[in-house]
């Protein structure tokens, strides 16, 4: 166990880090942190939901002069979701330093971020678009920046950000230090690296998976048709607290969220065309808990940090091994177990098996639960809510009416039917989805070298203090 105030952290920052549960390093903060503090450029590799984002937000924060009002370091991120989230994870690690950290991004009023922009915050993070934006109208200036992150590089370079990416180093000073991270390095991040890096040490968790040890992938062979209604079952008989299903496109997010909600789970879905005000609101809801389901395209793939994600539906194939190691990273973060679920037609086994020789981890198959088995942990799930009323006594009011129908009914028939009504009740509910032709790409770019397994100490547990993790129930 490494704690932040052995690995020379300050004491400002330690109280933060003591706020916020953490409780020891992570192997990637522990490995990544002395090396940044020396001023030297990383390409930082490791596990999704490892704590990349304090790795390289910490050496920022000691780094920063807070008696200078000038933009001291930025982070780009491929979208405004990591963006926000970003800058909040390095605001509360800022909290005791005097230090601000502001969000920039595509879809929110320029002329707000022009007047933030003008209160002189220390750290930007933003995405490429909307940074480049600001700099073309000279409201951000980069000219004094010593640090770089580069959050998610790999995802920028497929998303065609390299030209943005490289106009916005341009601007930046010869001798900043820069910092790219990400679970996954393929190839031609490589070439980035020479192009923009000096020398960089790399800094990789040797780790036999590049998935997550947390998260137990399963896989059910479907067909197209059948996709939905077999959700409906796996959702019902995992009964998760909160769960994220990604869909190939817009059109699919919508109409898997529209079909949910007519089934009666809270859904919302978040894709590209919603405007940032939907954005946020249904991130918002979902960090809440106020919806437990996201449904989502690739947009949340990345780096998105919501704690009590117990569970990944893959309900298309995703269309490359990197995709989905940072889909079902969404669960199993922070030391936490999750399952991640893949649904397969049976065209698409294949990809089940080359996406499993890419991120050398196990994907194993499971029987689909049958409607008996689906109706059981409906009826469990009501009954385990009506037990948990009964003993929070919340049925004061009910009382008078309960006596009066226990004088004329039979008592089983009565409970029978109040579990009913708490079951849920929309399950004939007709829906229909078009169907999606799948886009593989078929060409697994994830690299991995370690043959031998390093028995991570994040495997045993590293975690929030009090947060017990929570196993998925099993299948
Ligand atoms: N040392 C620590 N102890 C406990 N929790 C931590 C620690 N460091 C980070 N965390 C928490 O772990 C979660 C995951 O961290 P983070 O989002 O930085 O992961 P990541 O490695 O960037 O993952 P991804 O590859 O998905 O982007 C966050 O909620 C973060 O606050
Ligand atoms: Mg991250």
């Known amino acids: ?251 699919r997010v919508d109409e898997l969220s529209d079909a949910l909600n007519k089934r009666g789970y809270l859904a919302e879905g978040l894709h590209g065309d919603l405007n940032q005000r939907q954005r946020d609101v249904v991130m918002n809801k979902f960090r809440d808990g106020n919806i437990d389901i996201l449904v989502a395209t690739d947009v949340a793939a990345r780096g998105i940090d919501v704690s009590g994600v117990t569970h990944v539906y893959n309900f298309d194939i995703p269309q490359d091994p990197e995709s989905y190691v940072h889909r079902i990273g969404r669960t199993g973060r922070a030391g936490k177990t999750g399952l991640a679920i893949t649904f397969a037609t049976p065209r698409e086994i294949g990809q089940i098996r080359s996406i499993e020789k890419a991120s050398k981890g196990k994907i194993q198959r499971k029987p689909i639960p049958t409607v008996a088995e689906a109706k059981e942990s409906i009826q469990r799930v009501a009954l385990e809510k009506m037990v948990h009323l009964v003993e929070e006594e919340e049925y004061k009011e009910f009382k008078q009416s309960a006596g009066e129908l226990l004088e004329q009914y039979d008592a089983i028939a009565l409970v029978s039917i109040a579990l009913k009504l708490l079951s849920k009740e929309q399950r004939d509910v007709p829906v229909q989805l078009t169907s999606e032709t799948p886009r593989y790409a078929n060409k697994p770019k994830i690299k991995v070298k370690e043959k031998r397994r390093v028995n991570y100490k994040g495997n045993k547990q590293f975690g929030r203090k009090g947060e017990n993790s929570k196993r998925p129930k099993s299948l």
């Open 1 to 251: 166990m490494t704690t932040f105030q052995e690995i020379g952290i300050s004491e400002p920052i330690q109280r933060a880090i003591t706020d916020m549960g953490f409780e020891e390093a992570s192997p990637i903060q522990e490995k990544a942190i002395p090396v940044a503090l020396t001023g030297k450029d990383i390409i930082g590799q490791a596990q999704t939901g490892t704590g990349k984002t304090a790795a390289f937000a910490i050496p920022i924060l000691e780094k920063v002069d807070t008696s200078k009002k000038y933009v001291q370091a930025i982070a780009i991120a491929p979208t405004r979701e990591l963006a926000i989230q970003v800058s909040e994870e390095i605001n509360r690690l800022a909290k005791y330093t005097g230090i601000t950290s502001l969000p920039i991004y595509g879809g929110q009023s320029i002329d707000r971020q022009i007047k933030a922009l003008k209160k002189g915050p220390h750290i930007i993070t933003g995405t490429p678009g909307r940074l480049l934006d600001h700099i073309k109208r000279k409201t951000l200036k980069l000219d004094r920046i010593s640090v770089v992150v580069l959050d998610e590089a790999d995802e920028m370079l497929d998303m065609g950000f390299l030209e943005d990416i490289e106009r916005i180093l341009k601007e930046t000073p010869e001798d900043k230090q820069t910092l790219l991270f990400s679970a996954t390095m393929p190839k031609p991040i490589q070439n980035l690296a020479e192009k923009f890096m000096r020398d960089p040490e790399l800094v990789k968790m040797k780790a036999k998976e590049v998935t997550s040890p947390t998260v137990k992938q399963v896989y059910y062979e479907v067909n197209e048709r059948d996709k939905f209604e077999v959700l409906c079952r796996l959702l019902d008989v995992y009964n998760p607290d909160l769960a994220v299903i990604f869909g190939r496109t817009k059109r």
